[in-house]
């Protein structure tokens, strides 16, 4: 039977790390500024799509919707002891990268199927400009098997937080701006993935061009 709401210790483990590390990281060190947050459904399956521009924005984006968000995670990381089950536990499921993965897409679904919000970056990779370049199907394929809704967030100036060569974050402005939920794909067909697809990245986009 489906459910509507994450593992009440998925909830737990959210929370503690929102309100200890991410949510003062991006107040004070990134100067964050968070619109549109009441766009968010705060409980059922929810595909969110989102630009890309640095390591920080999957719990940067988790910490601006105020629920967990299930994320692909390079499959490196899940051969890591400890880090393994604790981002597991926070949702993170290994992707393989050099190829289309079929069981990240199984592990997003179950997710989905249990009241989850999962986390994918159109882009798939990080992009030097923070904007969306060659989007990818797989958002539009996995809200259509779900027919699940997909809410198009942008992240502006994350880009920047690393400068070339360097490993150190540096406190650029950090704004996310969330739209509104976008209707699944009716179908699988093509056309219809990447109708919907373009839709999202205008959304992004014409966010995007709102800047800080």
């Not at 159109?122 to 809200?143: E, Y």
């Not at 650029?172 to 009716?186: D, E, H, N």
Request: hydrophobic content about 40%; glycine content about 8%.
């Amino acid at each position: 039977m489906p459910k509507n709401r994450e593992p009440v210790k998925s909830l737990i483990l959210y929370h503690l790390f929102k309100w200890s590390v991410v949510s003062p990281m991006l107040h004070t060190y990134f100067q964050g500024r968070i619109y549109g947050a009441l766009n968010v459904p705060l409980s059922g399956a929810l595909v969110v799509v989102s630009n890309h521009g640095s390591y920080f924005d999957p719990p940067i984006l988790s910490n601006c919707l105020n629920r967990p968000v299930a994320f692909m995670a390079k499959e490196e990381l899940f051969r890591i002891p400890v880090l393994k089950q604790g981002i597991q536990l926070y949702g993170a499921y290994p992707v393989d990268r050099t190829s289309a993965d079929r069981r990240a897409i199984r592990s997003a679904l179950s997710f989905l199927e249990n009241g989850w919000a999962t986390g994918i970056f159109l882009s798939g990779t990080r992009t030097a400009s923070g904007r969306i370049t060659s989007p990818k199907l797989g958002a539009a394929l996995i809200a259509a098997k779900a027919q699940a809704p997909l809410l198009p967030v942008c992240l502006w100036g994350t880009h920047r937080i690393f400068s070339t060569g360097s490993s150190v974050p540096r406190p650029v402005p950090v704004t996310v701006r969330i739209g509104q939920p976008i209707a699944p794909p009716p179908g699988k067909d093509r056309s219809e993935l990447a109708a919907v697809t373009a839709k999202c990245v205008a959304a992004i986009h014409a966010l995007h061009d709102l800047g800080r």
